[in-house]
């Protein structure tokens, strides 16, 4: 009988490795974290984290402080490796880069043993899972892996997609349901029991991996399309002159319907790349897939031809004044609201862009950011009351603490429906109105 898994290897301290490696840490499991950021390992090994995630920092100092969590940049033995390392995509054509899956096994093959666990919960094309144990056996041949051996191999195969929200990463790693994609049933089982550890959700056992790397694709492209839908609703109701807040709450009144609410276009390390993993195994037969990614992809440029139309409406009326004096607050640089993560965000892309064309001064509110990315050198970090003086102010991300705000004097540009007055809901019908 194989012993049971006392000790877990974490590759990648990210956004979603860090907090996996705490909760297993948290349960008294002794966790080792590599990540090659020296400067990441530092950080968790003195109890701090290099992320914001609310309830992270507690749990990573208590896990450290008891001596369950330490983190090194080079790979140690250890009964379980679970990698969650970057899968973005590369150039135009949106092909999934695997090389940062492909290092990983690089580094921890040296250090696998018989009965090892290894799970890849880096969100992933169909058929990663299967090309990291190639990659891993042909660096081991010492050792069997199940597209060897079956059920007999060595070393236990499974992929297990992360499915959680920034922002509620602790609470939902422990009670989201996990999809869990073995290369046979015994990976599975194994890849089941470890999670079960922290895990209050279920664990459902898909019928390999290639099921469960296409469950995490297709839950992000469901989003995507419906997100691009409400997007379109925006564009259509912009030439109809519609109040597309109005129209959706009015839609969503119907028991059938949910229509998403519209942005700036979609961001994040998941709804914006994974569809294209979808499309680039399959390019013939996913066009509405493709067509949902064109729809937000086109949505920045779009708004920034909003906030040009509002530029020249506030020069016409204040013909004395030139463009270079012209001030624009822009509200909210991250891909999603209360974090701080600027990955793929469509709000940081427009407001690049404007730092580019516009001549005037550029105010940005963003309360989840010490300092703004070197591309907005030009830009000016500011509180929020101190970007009520701007003449024209675009609303990209609609932070907690942005709602419920006045709406400030000048040309409004919003593309989250803050400042737009919600459709009166009557519970009765007025007979001195209706006669």
């Known amino acids: 009988m194989r012993k049971p898994i006392t000790k877990v290897s974490v590759i ?21 974290g590599v990540d090659v950021n020296a400067h990441t390992v530092d950080t968790i090994n003195r109890g701090e984290i290099h992320i914001i995630e609310p309830d992270l920092d507690m749990v990573v100092s208590a896990a450290v402080t008891k001596g369950y969590l ?13 990698i969650a390392v970057p899968t973005p995509f590369t150039g135009d054509d949106h092909a999934p880069d695997l090389s940062y899956i492909h290092a990983a096994c690089t580094a921890i093959a040296p250090v696998l043993k018989r009965g090892d666990l290894v799970i890849l919960e880096s969100t992933s094309p169909v058929g990663a899972t299967e090309a990291m144990a190639g990659w891993l056996a042909e660096a081991r ?30 609470q939902e790693l422990i009670s989201n349901d996990r999809v869990i994609g073995g290369m046979t049933p015994r990976c599975s089982a194994k890849a089941a029991a470890l999670y079960k550890l922290f895990v209050t959700g279920d664990c459902v056992i898909a019928s390999g991996p290639r099921a469960a790397e296409m469950a995490k694709l297709t839950e992000n492209s469901f989003r995507d399309v419906n997100i691009a839908f409400a997007n379109e609703l925006s564009l259509i109701c912009d030439e109809l002159d519609i109040n597309v807040w109005e129209l959706i709450a009015l839609a969503n009144r119907h028991p059938r ?28 037969v996913s066009p509405l897939i493709q067509a949902a990614r064109g729809v937000n992809s086109a949505k920045p440029e779009w708004v920034l031809e909003q906030i040009k139309a ?15 004096e012209v001030e624009i607050a822009v509200y909210g640089l991250t891909f999603k609201p209360d974090i701080d993560d600027l990955r793929e965000s469509p ?7 404007l730092a ?15 300092a703004l990315p070197t591309s907005l050198n030009a830009a000016r970090l500011v509180p929020f009351a101190e970007a009520a003086r701007a003449d024209i102010h675009v609303m990209l991300v609609d932070h907690q603490m942005f709602k419920g705000s006045t709406r400030p004097q000048g040309e409004i540009v919003d593309t989250r429906g803050i400042w737009e007055t919600p459709p009166a809901i009557y519970s009765f019908v007025d007979r001195r109105l209706a006669g």
């Open 356 to 370: 580019q064309w516009h001549a005037g001064p550029l105010a940005v509110v963003e309360p989840n950011i010490e």
């Open 347 to 353: 709000a940081l892309e427009i407001a690049k862009e």
């Open 141 to 170: 041949r010492d050792l069997s892996f199940p597209q060897q051996a079956g059920e007999d191999a060595d070393i236990r195969i499974a992929h297990c997609p992360e499915r959680v929200l920034p922002g509620k990463v602790m």
């Open 12 to 32: 990648g301290l990210g956004y979603i490795g860090l907090p996996t490696a705490a909760m297993f840490a948290s349960r008294k499991i002794e966790v080792v």
């Open 310 to 324: 509002a530029l020249g409406a506030h020069l016409a009326a204040h013909p004395a004044k030139s463009a270079s």
């Open 257 to 284: 319907v949910n229509i998403l609410q519209p942005g700036p276009g979609v961001g994040g390390h998941c709804i914006a790349v994974d569809p294209w993993f979808i499309v680039s195994s399959a390019p013939a």
């Open 70 to 82: 330490r983190a090194v940049t080079v790979p140690e033995p250890a009964d379980a490796f679970l």
